[in-house]
């Protein structure tokens, strides 16, 4: 008995594999979780710094608009601890934040940052890295005339 087969039923024929479009949806639902963790993954050095930049560009802000209408100067300088603010308004500095929300922050500044009550100042920066990663950085800046932000390196 040459070439003898049994009759398989069609149906069973039909499903003996994925189809192309079964596995493309797959791999799509697959792709989209992927994204979705990657984007809520904890946050790295870089994010915590640029965190804290943009928290320290807020806090240069809010000081500055406070020595224009105040018509008093005041000086950010860092700190052991942290950052503090140095002038007249002792009540106005005690009430400002003066640590890093991340111990690993170190604040590097030529000179100290000097917010006074003319509309322009001089160009100043502030530069945080990540301790044991000093590579890693992100300046805060102004031009004088612009507000403080945040510049990725």
Known sequence: MQGHRTAVPAQSRQHRGFTLLEIMVVVAIIAIGSAVVAIQWPDSQLRALEREGT?????????????????????????????????????????????????????????????????????????????????????VATDGLHPFAVQTR
């Open 55 to 139: 928290r320290l560009a807020a806090i240069l802000e809010s000081a500055r608009v406070h020595s224009r209408a105040s018509g008093n100067p005041l000086q950010w300088r860092v700190t052991e601890q942290g950052f503090a603010f140095e002038g007249p308004d002792k009540s106005w500095i005690a009430a400002r934040p003066t640590r890093w929300e991340s111990p690993n922050i170190v604040a590097l500044v030529e000179r100290p940052v000097t917010l006074g009550p003319q509309p322009l100042l001089p160009a100043q920066a502030v530069v945080l890295s990540w301790r044991g990663n000093p590579q890693l950085r992100v300046r």
